[in-house]
């Protein structure tokens, strides 16, 4: 776990090759993924996460391939790209047409998650690949669980804790959990604070955290429970705007990077 956590902009990318929703800047809004990385990088951003947006039933690698191209030469950032990367040649393509690193959601390896993380890595580095584990907690008769969801939304009676700690020595750079929504009461996806302070005891790699948030308060949480950094949408949309985020981060006691 490091010290100073990292703000990550999270821009959804359509089939058009657009930001999915625009970013909004001094009244104006940005509606070409290059000007919206350019701006978030000039705020101060510590890193852009270019995502596939759905396309019909579901979000497609070749969305993001003119945009990493694109910002690769103009944005002096790190590029992630979060596609639906399902083989080792996948993650080769996303990152040759320009991601300093890409996502890998851990679901999408079936019954052999640390088997399907692994042979991404050997085809792509060990600083390469961010393992994403989707994740649910269950109340049981032996307390409470947080289970692997499987890409359809189905548990898999994977224990998270156990497969993170594994994770990492596979090659995984870093981790990042995607906190499911506990019931359709609960609305949105939230950071989940007790999972992530049960997974950095263990982990010698950085942590994330991504969830659907609202206002800056949720974005504290997990940070203040030991996440390294917080990937958001949030912040991809400008509202708040990256200074008003940093400023209610830094007087909520959380420490940031320069």
């Not at 359809?152 to 929504?181: C, H, N, Y």
């Amino acid at each position: 776990m490091t010290l100073a956590r990292r703000l990550c902009a999270l821009v959804d990318v359509d089939e058009r090759g657009r930001p999915a929703r625009p970013y909004s800047r001094g009244g104006l809004d940005a509606t070409f993924v290059e000007a919206v990385a350019a701006f978030l990088v000039q705020d101060g951003i510590d890193e852009v996460w270019l995502r596939a947006a759905p396309v019909r039933t579901a979000p497609d690698i070749k969305i993001l391939f003119e945009s990493l191209q694109i910002l690769e030469k103009r944005v002096f950032a790190p590029l992630v790209a979060w596609a639906p990367v399902e083989s080792p040649a996948d993650a080769r393509l996303l990152l040759s047409f320009g991601a300093d690193r890409v996502v890998v959601d851990v679901n999408r390896g079936g019954a052999d998650p640390l088997g399907f993380i692994e042979r991404v890595v050997e085809a792509t580095g060990y600083d390469r690949v961010v393992a994403a584990v989707h994740t649910r907690r269950l109340v049981t008769d032996k307390g409470i669980v947080f289970e692997l969801v499987g890409p359809g939304g189905d548990g898999t009676d994977i224990s998270v804790l156990a497969l993170i700690d594994r994770l990492q020595g596979v090659g995984a750079a870093e981790i990042m959990l995607v906190p499911t929504k506990g019931s359709p009461e609960q609305g949105r996806m939230r950071h989940d604070g007790d999972l992530i302070e049960k997974a950095t005891t263990t982990l010698s790699i950085p942590l994330l955290s991504h969830a659907e948030e609202t206002e800056v308060a949720d974005l504290a949480t997990p940070l203040l429970m030991g996440a390294d950094g917080i990937v958001s949408a949030l912040i991809g949309a400008g509202r708040p705007s990256l200074a008003e985020v940093r400023r209610a981060l830094t007087e909520y006691g959380v420490p940031l990077r320069s």
